[in-house]
Every structure is written in structure tokens, then in C-alpha cells.
């Protein structure tokens, strides 16, 4: 029994010496680099928390309703709102006259420049009056020839006269020479008439200006032949001082504008340019026209302009703005204060009404006419108010926001006429808005 339990013990020490020791060991080393993989999952995980919940305190700081939000801010004041209607207009001359021959002949002599301005009766052009000067002489000679015979005609009826006293001469022949001189008085007239017309052709071959304006390109050239029914004629005058501007309204504000007119109001008109930035110039309603438009619902009226300066083209396209009248001691404030949309359930105009504890208010308010980026408020405020113009996207009923320097200082500038004062915000990048 003793040899076979030593047997045994040698056996497994042989076999213990027969497993290498590497292959002992990775039990221990599946172990370690488990517990070291666990580890860095730990790591990673605690690190992604601390990040998330630091990312979401920041938000949570940046959105949270307790930090005030930096505004701009304006005082509602009052002043003078103006009701203006812009429209389209056409630059339109009160005078184009085509400058015709009103006699045939040839043309000998053109005195005006192209683009020149000339005034009423200057001299334009010349055509050959050597025809009509003839006529006229000759015309003057049947004239001088009749006069004589009325003359003698008259001297022999008054010798009649006498004669039939005495029985000389027969009543028939006192009669004949009667109806002589009546004949002779007739013809004598129509030479006259026919010397003024004569005149009057003469007076055709020295062509002048019919109205103050500028002249155009000329249409035909010294030495051609010209004709009344020439279509062109020799050259168009146009009117350019003053001239006139007529647009198209809208027939809803035909009776108020009749109205002003017919109490003896001027009206002023202002002309701009095509991308209405640059006022033109400055006029007056003339008139409008005495119909309505059916196809188009409008009415067109005339503006006048002294244009002066010549800034004012025929036919030129120009933006203009009537004014129709000027409302008074009306509330008014900037027009970037307003807000549309529903913040009570109820579709309405509204605006932040800032509060003393620096806290907003959703404040309803009902809007009067637009004047520029002025709007003058018919309820929900009055003067002296403090409204939000910018940053009100990021509000709420309640928020609190933080105002510019001394916002209230501004708030007497309200009592001036048309006043409506506003402060900027410097933001921390370093701009300045301002309204």
C-alpha cells in the first residue's frame, strides 16, 4: 500500500511538471485585462455624463426664463403723422407741338440747334418767300386797279344824282350806276382779303417757335422741299418747364382727394426715382381726371412741376407720393415694435410694453396710418411708454430683459412734436444696433 501511494505521488508530480507554466498563468491574465477594460468603460461612461449634464446645464442656463433678455427700446411719443399715396407715374409734357410748314416751298434756312430751348415766337427756319411775295404784290396792284374804278363809279353816280334833278338822265341809269359802285365796293373787299391772305402766306415762310421748350432731333435738312402734309414736319418742341406728371389712384380715394380739393387745399406732390430712393423733385396736384377707369378701378391725376433743374424727363417712369393730408397730435411710435400673432389665444397686433420691475408685459394695440417706419397707435398706449423694437423674437408675457443705460431719461422727448426716441444695446461681440 505504501508503494502504491507513492506511486501516486510521483505520478502527479510528473504530470504537474509536464504542464508548462504559461499555460498556468492565463487564467490570471483574462482576469486582469477584464478588470482593466472594465475600468476604461467606467472611465469613458462617467466622462460622457459629466459632459452631457454639463451641456445640458448650459442650455438649460442660457434658455432659462430667470436671465433677462438685452433689448431695444424706443418711447412712444406724439406727433404729426402724414397720409401719403404712392402710385406709379408717367412724366408727361403739358405741350409736344410737330413744327409744320404751313405753306409748300423750299426750305432755305434752319437757325435752331438740336436740344436747344427756345422760347415762344423765336425764330426757327426760313422757307423761300420769293412766291409769296409775288403774290402779295400782285394782289396789291388788283386791289389799287379796283379802287380807281370804285372811285370813278362813285364820281358818276354823283353827277347822276344831279342830272336826274333835271330830267338829264333816266331813273334806270341812276340805278345801273347805283348797283356800278356796289359792284366795285365788292370787288375792292375781296382784293383786300386777298392781299391779307397773301400776307398772311408770306408770313408762313418765317417759321417760328409755337410754345417755350426744347427742341428735338430736326426732321429734314436745309434745300428739300417741304409741304404742310409732310408727316414728320421739320421739328417736335417739347414743353419742359413746367411740366407734369400724371399717375393712376385707386377710385376709394378719389372722393377725399375731390374733397381737399374743392375746399381750395394744395396738395403736395413729391416725385422719386425708378428705385425710389432719390426724390426728384417737388410739386403740387393740378387736377384729376373726371372719370373713372372701369378696367382698372382708378382715376388719373395730374401733378405739376416747376422742374427748374431739368430733372424731370418726358416720358420718364417716376415713383410719387401724394400727400393728402396731415393728422395732428396723433400717438406714435416705431414700426419695429409691432408684433402680429396670437399670445393671448386671439389673433391681434401687439407689442412688449416694458415694465418698471424691468419686466414685459404682452400690451394688444390698434394701429392707425403708417407713416415710414413711424405708426401711429389709435388705442393700447400712450405717450411716454417704453415698447421693446428689438429682441422681441426671444420674449415672452413675463420675461424679464435688460434695458439699455437709462431708457427712461429719453422718455421727455415724448412731449415734442413727432417725437419718438430710441436707445441701442451694445452686445458682447461688440456691435451697436440701433432703430
Do not use: C
Request: charged residues 20%; proline residues 5%; without cysteine.
Amino acid at each position: 500500500m505504501e508503494a502504491l501511494t507513492e506511486r501516486e505521488d510521483t505520478s502527479t508530480e510528473v504530470s504537474r511538471a509536464a504542464v508548462p507554466a504559461t499555460t498556468r498563468s492565463r487564467p490570471r491574465l483574462w482576469i486582469g485585462a477584464v478588470v482593466v477594460i472594465g475600468v476604461l468603460v467606467l472611465i469613458f461612461v462617467l466622462t460622457h455624463r459629466h459632459r452631457a449634464g454639463g451641456s445640458y446645464a448650459a442650455w438649460g442656463s442660457s434658455s432659462s426664463s430667470d436671465e433677462p433678455v438685452a433689448v431695444s427700446v424706443a418711447t412712444v411719443g406724439t406727433g404729426d403723422i402724414e397720409v401719403k399715396l404712392a402710385a406709379i407715374g408717367t412724366i408727361t409734357p403739358l405741350a409736344t407741338v410737330t413744327v409744320k410748314t404751313q405753306i409748300a416751298g423750299q426750305l432755305q434756312h434752319i437757325a435752331f440747334t438740336e436740344g436747344q430751348l427756345v422760347h415762344a415766337g423765336e425764330f426757327l427756319a426760313q422757307v423761300d418767300p420769293r412766291p409769296y411775295q409775288a403774290v402779295l404784290e400782285q394782289n396789291r396792284g388788283n386791289l389799287r386797279r379796283d379802287e380807281a374804278l370804285l372811285a370813278d363809279a362813285k364820281l358818276d353816280l354823283a353827277r347822276y344824282k344831279d342830272l336826274i334833278k333835271d330830267d338829264a338822265v333816266s331813273a334806270q341809269q341812276l340805278d345801273q350806276q347805283k348797283a356800278t359802285v356796289e359792284q366795285y365796293e365788292g370787288t375792292v373787299e375781296a382784293d383786300k382779303a386777298q392781299v391779307d391772305a397773301a400776307a398772311v402766306n408770306l408770313g408762313y415762310t418765317h417759321i417760328t417757335a409755337p410754345v417755350t421748350g426744347r427742341v428735338g432731333l430736326r426732321q429734314v435738312d436745309s434745300g428739300n422741299y417741304v409741304t404742310p402734309s409732310d408727316p414728320n414736319g421739320i421739328v417736335v418742341i417739347t414743353q419742359l418747364q413746367p411740366i407734369t406728371a400724371i399717375f393712376p389712384l385707386p377710385e376709394d380715394d378719389v372722393a377725399a382727394i375731390a374733397h381737399r380739393l374743392s375746399q381750395g387745399a394744395t396738395l403736395p406732390v413729391e416725385a422719386y426715382d425708378r428705385s425710389n430712393s432719390k426724390r426728384l423733385a417737388v410739386g403740387k396736384l393740378l387736377t384729376l381726371d373726371n372719370e373713372i377707369d372701369t378696367s382698372t378701378g382708378t382715376v388719373k391725376l395730374r401733378a405739376l412741376f416747376d422742374n427748374k433743374d431739368g430733372t424731370l424727363f418726358p416720358n420718364q417712369f417716376v415713383n410719387v407720393e401724394l400727400l393728402q393730408e396731415t393728422l395732428h397730435g396723433q400717438i406714435v411710435m416705431p414700426n419695429a415694435a409691432v408684433h402680429r400673432g396670437a399670445p393671448n389665444g386671439v389673433v391681434s397686433t401687439f407689442v412688449y410694453l416694458v415694465q418698471p420691475d424691468h419686466t414685459v408685459t404682452v400690451r394688444p394695440v390698434r394701429l392707425g396710418v403708417l407713416d415710414g417706419d413711424r405708426v401711429a397707435v389709435t388705442s393700447g398706449l400712450r405717450a411716454g411708454d417704453i415698447v421693446v423694437t428689438e429682441g422681441g423674437d426671444r420674449l415672452r408675457d413675463g420675461a424679464a430683459v435688460q434695458l439699455p443705460p437709462d431708457p427712461v431719461a429719453n422718455a421727455g422727448a415724448a412731449s415734442a412734436p413727432g417725437a419718438v426716441s430710441s436707445s441701442s444695446h451694445s452686445h458682447p461681440d461688440g456691435s451697436a444696433k440701433r432703430r
